[in-house]
């Protein structure tokens, strides 16, 4: 296609005077720019114009071209009218996937009519591109045959605006806080059961915003439910100051002064992907009386903390924040999804009535000295065990998630911590599991206060093959139960605890998130187990997504490995699994569906069985689905977890085409119509895919994927994360990598296999992405235009990493769809 002369004929249309004549309206300077860039932006084979601010306005210069034919398939910048119509068609039913809302928190208050419960939901605004909060509340009701019924409010309660909501131990305040968009004051309300009691704005010269994003995330109500300790940015460090002659000012101040300009002062190190722009996280503490706000002072900056409760109040004895603390001093890599930084639970004596500056020379005591990980510290009920998580196993090999463990130190009754704390181990490290028992912990967090009236055994989500599953864990015995119905292939996560009942929500690839009521009940020999009852559910979906869902089914697929050597552990022998999804219908006719091989980044994450919208939406428009959970991915014991590092590019490339067979073997896919999709390091193994089985697949999808190894490590807030991987080990690691290094990393990326090429591949690619910087795809996407493979490149200027937000969402699932349908012939 002779693309040269169509581009240099929209290169003279493009002149500001010639375009507004020609088009019979005036360009605003941005339109201008827009076609511009539109117009020399040969790299690109197709622009995006639902993402265009002016689409219309092109459609309406499309049709105008002086030439008078019909220059949308000149220009290349309009789409046919076929494809229209597929991406109108496709819109409404995305749409209405998109539109689903997700249950993400849930609280049970006692009152005098019985247990309330409280969802708080939140559900994708597209206009917006945010996500529209809302709570929705429920009176439990336990029915005399054993039955449980939630009476649910008649509507739903917009939150937008409300950064978090953490009710009071009582249940008789609700705190709710307003994180500023710009350098506003945040604010903090204190409201009871029927209005607002106090409202505090806090200045950005005492704290930024507060961390609300569940990792170092900690706002904690002290017992008598007069303060809160919580986890914010420390205000701005101050900067140089010039004035309007470009003098140095002395004396630096943080205001801003007309007639002077601020200088940038020093670069800090960020926690990377995800923190960009944020300031170090630091303890405060605020009387929700007075609203005096305290810094919490004694915590050297080297540490980050996050997490923070209060220790018991006992008679008369000194009170503690307890909090985990990450080390930043010498470099701070990111650590969004990476479990392997070095943290430690810590306690700082809190003084409520800080007359003098009299902060004790140490009084910082970190509580877990003797291994390299704790966080999610968390008090007993009787305040008799101090609990928390680790990730030692990651931080000592270097995976950037690994299993887990559970500790649990006593805490002493008199508040005199001693000066070394033995630390008790409540659950290990499971290498190889037997089949159907305990593979390891695999925890993203702890509920706020998850325990059951024993006051030693408590509640947690965790994955357990390619499902998550609740448990509950004894401290004092060490003995681990499951929780969620044993016999279910779906996902279960605890929301909250009503005394020992259970509040969870579930879902699988084919169904919505439901909310289910675990009742507990005791055996003959007094043994505990949960008889679960379905709950009316609030989410409501609308009937195009509920008939598209109607005929989908899914399994788990057992699939054996294909490189049982002798030197593999014995858990990375076992076979992986893959989530099987198809149309009960799909082999009425004989033929199978198009399949979706979908890949999981990380690599140590997991695919669980459970609802995705826009997985949902491909299945229900006529893909059937295979999600691989291939060795390295979490949930499968710690053996075949550690199996993949030094390997990847090969293993995980042979579990991925062993699970692609198995489906083609058992008749549940077509060879001949085969796609694949994955996002990092699952984009990571689509490019592989292509590149060393070039033949197997009709098209693919990558989303901010990992393609040359060789030139991240230079550019990722994670380059240990590529030394990991590569080698299986982190003795390579150096902030100056060898040629060796970089060959290495280059023989084990996509890019070395880029000559055998041939899928036609989209490409989803986030501007701002930290961990896989948008070069790096767009270096692969360059050589496949250089080979003349076909490709699609969407770029979202404003997205990081996950590329999750509303917008993006949608538009990548519309793309996608699109874009397989075109080469699936759907
Ligand atoms: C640790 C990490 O972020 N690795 C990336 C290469 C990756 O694959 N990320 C995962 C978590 C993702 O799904 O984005």
């Known amino acids: 296609m002779d693309m040269t002369s169509k581009v240099s004929k929209a290169r003279i249309l493009t002149h500001p005077i010639t375009c507004s004549t020609k088009l019979g309206f005036d360009l605003s300077a941005s339109h201008r720019r827009h076609l511009l860039h539109i117009f020399f932006r040969p790299a ?208 630096n101040s943080l205001d801003k002064d007309i007639g002077s300009w601020k200088g940038q002062g020093d670069w800090e190190e960020e926690w990377g992907e995800a923190y960009a722009g944020k300031r170090q996280p630091a303890l405060f503490a605020i009387n929700v009386d007075s609203g005096e706000v305290k810094p919490i002072k004694g915590i050297p900056r080297s540490i980050s903390v996050g997490q923070v409760v209060w220790s018991p109040k006992n008679n008369g004895s000194a009170q503690y924040l307890v909090f985990a603390g990450w080390l930043g001093d010498k470099r701070k890599f990111g650590i969004k999804y990476c479990y392997n930084r070095p943290c430690a639970v810590y306690a700082i004596k809190f003084k409520s009535d800080e007359t003098k500056d009299d902060a004790d020379e140490f009084p910082i005591q970190n509580l877990t000295k003797s291994i390299s990980s704790g966080f999610s510290p968390r008090f007993s009920k009787d305040g008799k065990f101090l609990l928390f998580l680790s990730a030692k196993s990651a931080v000592d090999s270097g995976a950037h998630w690994a299993t887990e463990t559970l500790h649990r130190i006593d805490w002493p009754s008199d508040g005199k911590l001693p000066e070394s704390t ?212 979490l949930g499968f014991g710690e053996d075949a977890l550690q199996s993949l590092p030094g390997k990847v590019g090969s293993q995980d490339v042979k579990d991925c085409l062993s699970a692609i067979d198995h489906a083609i073997e058992m008749g549940l896919a077509d060879p001949s119509r085969i796609t694949v999709l994955g996002g990092s390091h699952g984009g990571f193994l689509t490019t592989h895919l292509i590149g060393q089985a070039p033949d197997k697949f009709v098209a693919a999808a990558a989303r901010n994927p990992v393609c040359n190894i060789a030139s991240m490590v230079g550019i990722s807030d994670i380059p240990d994360w590529c030394f990991f991987e590569a080698y299986g080990d982190q003795t390579h690691y150096t902030e100056s990598p060898t040629p060796e290094d970089l060959s290495r990393f280059h023989k084990m990326s996509p890019i070395a296999h880029i000559s055998k090429v041939k899928t036609p591949t989209l490409f989803l690619l986030g501007t701002q992405d930290l961990r896989v910087p948008i070069s790096n795809g767009f270096q692969y996407v360059r050589a496949l235009k250089e080979k003349g493979v076909e490709v699609k490149v969407l770029v979202f200027p404003n997205d990081n990493h996950p590329l999750d937000r509303p917008q993006t969402d949608y538009e990548s699932f519309l793309n996608i769809a699109v874009w397989f349908n075109k080469y699936c012939k759907l």
Not at 219 to 225: F, P
Not at 457 to 484: A, D, G
């Open 422 to 633: 033995s630390i008790v181990d409540v659950t290990q490290v499971v290498n190889c599991p037997d089949d159907g028992c305990f593979p390891g912990l695999y925890v993203t967090g702890l509920l706020s206060d998850p325990w059951l009236s024993d006051g030693h055994s408590f509640m947690l989500s965790t994955y357990w093959r390619s499902c998550r599953v609740i448990l509950s864990v004894n401290l004092q015995s060490s003995e681990v139960s499951l929780v969620s119905p044993s016999d279910s292939d779906y996902s279960w996560s605890v929301l909250a605890l009503d005394g020992d009942n259970i509040v969870a929500v579930s879902s699988s690839p084919v169904s919505v998130p439901e909310i289910k009521y675990g009742k507990k009940v005791l055996d003959s020999a007094g043994k505990p187990s949960w008889k679960w009852s379905n709950i009316q559910s609030p989410i409501r979906c609308s009937e195009k997504v509920m008939s598209g869902l109607s005929s989908l089914q899914f399994k788990i697929l057992k699939v054996p490995i294909s490189d049982v050597s002798e030197g593999l552990a014995e858990g990375a022998k076992k076979p992986i699994e893959a989530i099987y999804v198809s149309s009960s219908m799909s082999k009425e006719n004989g033929k199978c569906n198009p399949l979706i091989a979908v890949l999981h980044g990380g690599p140590h994450s997991v695919s669980p069985c459970s609802f995705s919208k826009g997985l949902a939406y491909l299945s229900s428009i006529g893909y059937s689905l295979l999600i691989i959970n291939y060795r390295g991915s």
């Open 44 to 251: 690109f084979i197709t622009v995006s114009l639902t993402q265009s601010p002016c689409k219309n306005w092109i459609r309406r210069f499309v049709a105008m071209d002086s030439s008078g034919t019909d220059s949308a398939k000149e220009l290349h910048v309009g789409l046919d009218p076929t494809i229209e119509e597929e991406y109108a068609t496709q819109s409404k039913l995305l749409k209405e996937f998109i539109n689903i809302p997700s249950i993400d928190k849930a609280w049970i208050f006692n009152s005098d009519s019985g247990p309330q419960a409280m969802f708080a939901l939140s559900q994708a605004n597209l206009l917006a591109n945010k996500r529209k909060k809302f709570m929705l509340s429920g009176h439990i009701s336990k029915e005399s045959n054993q039955s449980v019924n939630f009476h649910w409010a008649p509507f739903p309660i917009e939150m937008t605006g409300a950064s978090a909501f953490v009710p009071s131990p009582s249940g008789l305040k609700l705190l709710v806080i307003r994180n500023p968009e710009n350098e506003s004051p945040t604010k903090f309300e204190i409201w009871n059961s029927s209005q607002l009691e106090k409202e505090f704005h806090i200045p950005q010269k005492v704290h930024g915003s507060v961390y609300v994003d569940g990792w170092f995330e900690g706002i904690s109500w002290n017992s008598d439910e007069t303060c809160v300790a919580y986890v914010a940015e420390e205000p701005s460090l101050p900067k140089p100051t010039f004035d309007h002659l470009g003098y140095y000012k002395k004396g």
